[in-house]
């Protein structure tokens, strides 16, 4: 993920993202997670740190695995010669015209795929309201869902957020279609999201708890990672050995990751025991997580925020249920694709997507 203007800290921008995610983040498109076993209704406490930076952004990816029909494909045949006529002249580059028609097999090659499956969740989506009997997205509910993807931001400028938007390969109409989605897919599950005291009390403990502040190192054997802890103990720095050794994400800033709360659960419980426990400057013995092992280290005292919870109640009730509109979004993007699958007929897109 792009970093620089999304990297506001939570305290300071309740909608800003957190860092590069890792494998030690569960997804939030999860029912239950993989690593700390939590159960679905406690993951909007991860997805407030991401609930649009990265959730909105990241629908697509996520139905890679129901976007296809999950029939055999037959084998890619080469394309028939018939006549037709040529396509329009799109550009002409030194003298010589270029067709639309020269430029599609490279198109598709770059973005075909996904654009398919953002075109394919679009009429899943559109076909699941007609059938609930939802009346069409209106453009206040998609200038609505622009509006929820520029909070996650702070609110830029036009042009930074034009820029991000950009890095995400999201142009006028891309975003328009995916505002469109997001806000259908909001109207299929609205009416099944609820937020309990519990929820709203797990958000605060999220967002304005204490937290402390974290270095990691992932190895992908014990032995790696007491190899780690020893270097450490000889005297080696924990960011070079982290920027070296570690194979998370994290290795390019010395394992730095974003300071955790104890109370989210996009991080596995065995390292969120494992942190009070430690003293400031202290490795924890490897910590085997999923199929990997991990060295923790706190750098500094957990910090707190002197912010009562009554003073941002309505606040937190908000978020709480944004992050649980988010997860079933998710969730039911995925089911309505499978029920929804494509045929590609088209032998340069077919090509791309049995990739």
Sequence with gaps: MNHGPIEDSARSNPSA???????????????????????????????????????????????????????AQPPISSPKTHIQQPSPIVAIVGGKTLRREDLWPSLIESSGK????????GIAVDKALSKAGFPKVTEVEIKNEQ????????????????EILAKKG??????????????????????????????IERMFAVIYGPKYPTKIIVTSTRTEASKAIDRINNGESFSEIAATMSIDQSAIRGG???????????????????????QVGDCSPPTLV?????????????????????EVESEMRKLS????????????????????PSTVLDYDLKKISQD
Excluded at 176 to 186: E, F, M, T
Excluded at 326 to 331: C, I, N, S, V
């Design 17 to 71: 993202s957190r860092a590069d995610p890792h494998f030690l983040h569960s997804d939030c498109s999860y029912c239950v997670s993989p690593q700390s076993g939590q159960a679905s209704i406690l993951c909007f406490a991860m997805i407030y740190h991401r609930i649009l930076a990265t959730c909105v952004f990241v629908i697509t990816p996520l139905l890679h695995l129901g976007c296809a029909n999950n029939e």
């Design 147 to 162: 509006s929820l993807i520029e909070q996650t931001f702070n609110n830029p400028r036009k042009e930074v957020f034009n």
């Design 256 to 278: 730095l990751v974003e300071a955790i709360s104890l109370a989210d659960p996009a991080w596995p419980s065995a390292i969120r025991e494992l942190l009070p426990t430690l």
């Design 321 to 340: 249920r944004r992050a649980k509109e988010r997860l079933a979004m998710e969730q039911l993007a995925i089911q309505l694709v499978r029920k929804n």
């Design 170 to 199: 999201l142009g006028e109409k891309r975003l328009n279609d995916l505002c469109r989605r997001s806000a259908g897919l909001r109207k299929l599950v609205q009416k099944n999201i609820s937020v309990s005291d519990e929820s």
């Design 114 to 121: 996904e654009i398919l499956q953002d075109i394919a969740l």
């Design 290 to 310: 999923g199929d990997r092992w991990v060295v923790v280290t706190m750098t500094a005292p957990p910090t707190t925020v002197d912010t009562k919870f009554k």
